[in-house]
């Protein structure tokens, strides 16, 4: 987290600004938790709060945790997520659908196909140098973060997780799934023979997030 917001220092001067970065990133939170992640006060986190619902930014939920008063959870608005670009959307789609209409599938899949050896390459040789697993992961998340996909990553009992919170192509994905089958192949292949890649969450089907489990393989 500290990673990312320090990249848009510039733009995220401001406390609310900082608040929409990480419920993108995390998801709903209380204003508890809220206060300590930015070392402010619950009221202060509130006010801040406040003023991005007023804006129509952010929305609050009761959620029941079991005995006791109900948790009021704050996540983005629709509103909300629509400060986090989609890369020229509506002309993406269209001209997706017009290489599609007058080209046919087969130009399309070509399309991809070079979109994602152009890539493959470009990941390879940036993770060449990698001594591990961890030195990779910390590469593979600069370079999709600077490509604007909020990436992270986190290491658990089950080995590695590659987490993309935006996605910047999102309707082009959407218009056309081979973008992701493109995109898992080439963290595959950029990781690797000795790791295997698969995807846990996706943000096409309605997830908040594309998730990339990462294990050594044998």
């Known amino acids: 987290m500290e990673k990312y917001l320090s990249t ?3 733009a995220l001067n401001s406390t609310p600004e900082r608040m929409l970065v990480f419920l993108k990133m995390r998801g709903p939170q209380s204003a508890a938790v809220l206060s300590k992640a930015f070392e402010i006060t619950n009221e202060g986190a509130r006010l801040h709060l406040k003023k991005l619902m007023d804006d ?11 005995v006791g008063r109900p948790t009021v959870l704050y996540g983005l608005s629709a509103k909300g997520y629509e ?12 001209l997706l659908s017009s290489i ?9 899949d070509q399309l991809i196909a070079a979109r994602e050896q152009a890539t493959t390459r470009r ?25 604007g996909y909020m990436a992270e990553w986190e290491k658990d009992d089950e080995g590695y997780l590659l ?7 999102c309707a082009a994905a959407t218009e056309c ?18 790791f295997q890649v698969d995807r ?8 908040r997030r594309c998730s990339y489990r990462v294990k050594a393989n044998g």
């Open 8 to 10: 848009y220092q510039r």
């Open 56 to 66: 129509g930014l952010v929305e609050s939920e009761k959620v029941s945790k079991g």
């Open 83 to 94: 400060r986090f670009p989609n890369t020229h959307a509506e002309l993406t789609v269209q």
């Open 100 to 108: 599609k209409g007058i080209l046919g599938q087969d130009a399309l």
């Open 123 to 147: 990941y390879e040789e940036a993770l060449g140098q990698c001594t591990d697993v961890e030195d990779k992961l910390n590469r593979l998340v600069e370079i999709r973060s600077e490509e």
């Open 163 to 169: 987490m993309e919170n935006h996605c910047p192509i």
């Open 177 to 194: 799934q081979g973008f992701c089958r493109a995109e898992l192949n080439t963290f595959r292949l950029a990781m690797g023979n000795q």
């Open 200 to 207: 846990t969450e996706h943000i096409v089907k309605g997830e």
